[in-house]
């Protein structure tokens, strides 16, 4: 899921709302600043919403190499614990049978 919630976008996108408004209402009209207002709300709702999800991206790749490398740590010791499990008969059978074949 995403960082944060839907309320930061919302947070972000007034903030840039007042800004732009305060900014445009000593030049321009009631209606256009409040126009422009709204656009740039809508423009900071969208910025702030695609860098959420950039960012939530990067963290589950993160999180899933992260994984990834415990789970190849815990396969190579369950390999080296098989390892362990032959007997010195069990190796020379295995050894003899090899020789077998390759003799014949």
């Given at each position: 899921?995403f960082?944060?919630?839907?309320?930061?976008?919302?947070?972000?996108?007034?903030?840039?709302?007042?800004?732009?408004f305060?900014?445009?209402?000593?030049?321009?009209?009631?209606?256009?600043?409040?126009?422009?207002?709204?656009?740039?709300?809508?423009?900071?709702?969208?910025?702030?919403?695609?860098?959420?999800?950039?960012?939530?991206?990067?963290?589950?790749?993160?999180?899933?190499?992260?994984?990834?490398?415990?789970?190849?740590?815990?396969?190579?010791?369950?390999?080296?614990?098989?390892?362990?499990?032959?007997?010195?008969?069990?190796?020379?059978?295995?050894?003899?049978?090899?020789?077998?074949?390759?003799?014949?």
């Amino acid at each position: 899921m995403f960082i944060g919630s839907w309320k930061i976008n919302v947070i972000i996108s007034f903030t840039g709302f007042s800004l732009v408004f305060i900014g445009s209402f000593s030049m321009n009209g009631l209606p256009t600043s409040l126009l422009r207002a709204c656009l740039a709300f809508l423009f900071f709702y969208i910025v702030s919403y695609f860098v959420r999800w950039l960012w939530a991206l990067a963290s589950k790749d993160n999180a899933l190499k992260t994984k990834e490398k415990l789970d190849i740590e815990e396969s190579e010791q369950g390999e080296a614990r098989k390892e362990e499990q032959y007997s010195e008969a069990d190796i020379e059978k295995t050894s003899q049978y090899v020789k077998d074949l390759i003799n014949n």
